[in-house]
């Protein structure tokens, strides 16, 4: 159950960054959910989960994902709000400043 839960928060993070930047993905993102829907019953790899972080820290503007989030909800107040504290103690153990 593990997984499956750290696997779906990584695909909510990427489908909603797709979401908050009205962008397609593409390269490595793009691979990385590909990956996460395919072999969600596999150990996530922290490297991955560094990576979503890494990505989402590009945000031209230098919001957060939770701050992208509540930015959406202010105008879609049927969106959901989401917490990422599984992703984000996986990042405090490799002393990683959190962008979800």
């Known amino acids: 159950m593990r997984q499956k839960r750290f696997h779906c928060l990584q695909i909510i993070a ?3 960054l797709i979401i908050c ?4 993905i593409y390269g490595q993102l793009a691979k990385f959910k590909s990956d996460l829907e395919k072999y969600y ?7 991955r989960i ?3 972080n890494d990505i989402i820290a ?3 503007k230098k919001r957060t994902l ?3 989030i509540n930015e959406l909800h202010r ?3 049927d969106i959901k709000s989401f917490t990422f504290n599984k992703l984000n103690e996986v990042l405090v153990r490799l002393n990683t400043d959190s962008n979800f």
């Open 14 to 16: 990427i489908n909603l």
């Open 21 to 24: 930047w009205n962008k397609p």
């Open 41 to 47: 019953s596999y150990e996530p790899f922290v490297y």
């Open 50 to 52: 560094q990576k979503v």
């Open 58 to 60: 590009k945000d031209i």
């Open 66 to 68: 939770t701050t992208m």
């Open 75 to 77: 105008n879609n107040p």
